[in-house]
């Protein structure tokens, strides 16, 4: 699949290697560039059809200049040993639930099949790679989990000491074996910049193959388009999907699933007061600003480095903009009622972000009652206990995979936040 930048229309590149360039050298996201029709494709699929099976089909499209689907087969299977459930919570509204993987968030879904490319890729090449990662919690976990155990590529994450949760840290520093936690004497800032300086180094870049894993990375945002198709396939009719955001990576894969073919109702872009889409949407400026903290804390973006995807699909016009989606944005003070009532309504528990989510869609079905909503579950209430705790008052139960590590042993290696920390731990371990 031949993509290019967002940023200037010669700088392309070929599936395989833009996931090991990460983010394109103009400072652009790539976006693929091919005109794409699954319409064929996704006729083939039923309520029936597995998640591994559309996975793979999908993939073997994709890529099909750049593997065959022996190799499609091999990437899906080895990255997805879980899937997404789709449950009804209320009238109208059916929750995707994308927290049944291995560290409980839809992060695993895009981290999981880019690992799972860049394995696949490097063995046809025989080469090493080594991912630099900084985290500020999160992120690093999923990424960290999702290259355990990988052939040839070793990772290294950067975290700032005493700055994330208890659980975080073990998430991000008991795995061991190719994954190397460097716990900084800083803040999240200093381990970017850290980061930062060690690919702005050059030499140092091509020596050890540094690669990056973020989460604008295509390999990353494609697989995430599965699970839109997936659960479309489960419903009688056209859905409206509900999709909670923050650097809207999650919900442009399912722009990019209709965009190719599915017959989508259309989209909510629901988010917390960090609202510069939805105010675009309504008025037609975009005007990005710094983030505000919201109890949706993954949510807390200011500047969305996907706009620069969607624009590329709507060329930046508000009208094609609203012919498919719309925005809504929705208080800490609704999330919580919304917690609450819905514990209380129907026993279930959701996370704060599945949370604004689910109250968005509530809102479009007052207003629109004759479609289904699929709203997006990101995170297992479980990862929040803290908000879930104050807002309801119930300790949600740890998820048997995060609860699995409460007991395994932490092994970080302490360092200054000095740029030049990197290369050391380079040349001592590689
Ligand atoms: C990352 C994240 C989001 C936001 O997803 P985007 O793709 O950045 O819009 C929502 N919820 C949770 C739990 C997340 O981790």
């Avoid at 950067?158 to 073990?170: A, F, H, I, N």
């Avoid at 995170?379 to 007991?407: M, N, T």
């Amino acid at each position: 699949m031949l993509l290019k930048s967002t940023r200037s229309e010669g700088e392309s590149a070929r599936f395989k290697d833009a996931i090991f360039i990460g983010l394109a050298p103009d400072g652009g996201l790539y976006y693929p560039a091919e005109t794409i029709d699954f319409t064929g494709l996704y006729r083939s699929f039923t309520g029936e059809t597995s998640f591994n099976t559309i996975a793979t089909e999908m993939t073997a499209a994709f890529l099909r200049d750049e593997t065959d689907r022996e190799g499609a087969r091999r990437i899906v299977e080895r990255a997805f040993d879980f899937e997404p459930a789709l449950v009804d919570v209320g009238e109208g509204i059916r929750v995707l639930e994308l927290f049944h993987g291995p560290t409980c968030a839809f992060k695993d879904f895009g981290a999981s099949f880019l690992a799972s490319s860049m394995e696949e890729f490097l063995q046809e090449g025989k080469e090493r790679a080594i991912i630099l990662t900084a985290t500020s919690g999160d992120t690093g976990s999923a990424v960290a989990r999702a290259f355990y155990g990988k052939k040839n590529i070793d990772v290294i994450i950067l975290y700032p000491s005493g700055r994330v949760s208890p659980l975080q840290e073990k998430q991000l520093t008991t795995l061991g074996g190719n994954i190397h936690a460097l716990e900084v004497q800083g803040s999240f800032d200093d381990c970017q910049r850290m980061v930062k300086e060690a690919f702005n180094n050059g030499a140092l870049k091509r020596e050890f193959s540094l690669s990056s894993a973020n989460s604008i990375n295509i390999g990353r945002l494609f697989p995430q388009s599965f699970y839109y198709v997936w659960a479309r396939m489960r419903m009688e009719k056209d859905p409206v999907f509900c999709v909670p955001s923050g650097n809207f990576g999650n919900i442009t894969a399912g722009l990019y699933a209709a965009h190719w073919g599915l017959p989508v109702e259309r989209f909510i872009a629901a988010t917390n007061a960090n609202n510069v889409v939805p105010e675009f949407l309504a008025t037609g400026v975009y005007k990005t600003r710094p983030s505000v903290s919201t109890h949706s804390n993954a949510m807390d973006v200011g500047a969305p480095s996907n706009y620069e995807r969607m624009e590329t699909l709507y060329g930046g016009d508000v009208e094609n903009f609203r012919r498919r989606i719309q925005g809504d944005w929705i208080t800490d003070g609704e999330t919580e009622e919304t917690m609450s009532r819905i514990y209380r309504d129907h026993g279930y528990l959701m996370c704060p972000h599945t949370a604004v989510g689910y109250r968005a869609a509530e809102k479009f079905r007052a207003l629109r009652g004759d479609s289904p909503v699929v709203t997006l579950s990101t995170a297992h209430p479980g990862k929040f206990v803290e908000v879930v705790d104050r807002v309801l008052g119930v300790q949600p139960e740890l998820p048997p995979p995060l609860l699995a590590l409460l007991d395994r042993e932490k092994k970080a290696e302490l360092v200054k936040s000095d740029a030049g920390e990197i290369e050391r731990y380079l040349r001592a371990h590689f």
